[in-house]
């Protein structure tokens, strides 16, 4: 939904409200892919970013699937567009942007790469 919300020029795209999803939310918004976000009971409202008439977000690629399911040590988490992008782990201590859980030395499930 992101993705497609940035390619037709959105100020903002719903979408169903989790728990993960609003984490995942708080690590785009810390890392200034996105302006900020809502969420109220069912719905969480990302505020789409633009720098120049151009989304934030050049890409986004999701990694685990339900069919394969892609886990690495803290030292093997991936850098995505040689450290120009993020990846967002699931680990041990909640969901982690990579860099983060490189310094934390936890590794996880890689849930997918934003450049």
């Known amino acids: 939904r992101i993705r497609n919300a940035f390619h037709a ?7 169903p409200r ?3 999803k ?7 918004k810390e890392e200034g892919y996105i302006e900020g976000y ?4 069912r719905t ?3 505020e789409l970013k633009y720098v120049g008439g151009k989304p934030a977000v050049a890409g986004l690629k ?3 699937k339900p069919g ?3 886990y690495v040590p803290a030292s093997d988490i991936p850098r995505v567009q040689n450290g120009l992008g993020i990846c967002i782990l699931s680990t041990s201590k909640g969901l982690l942007a990579g860099q983060k859980a490189t310094e934390a030395h936890v590794g996880g499930e890689v849930l997918c790469e934003i450049w």
């Open 22 to 28: 609003e984490a995942i939310a708080a690590i785009l």
């Open 44 to 46: 969480l409202t990302l």
């Open 62 to 64: 999701k990694i685990s």
């Open 9 to 15: 020029l959105h100020k903002d795209v719903n979408i």
């Open 38 to 41: 809502s969420a109220d009971e």
């Open 18 to 20: 989790s728990k993960m």
């Open 68 to 70: 394969r399911r892609v």
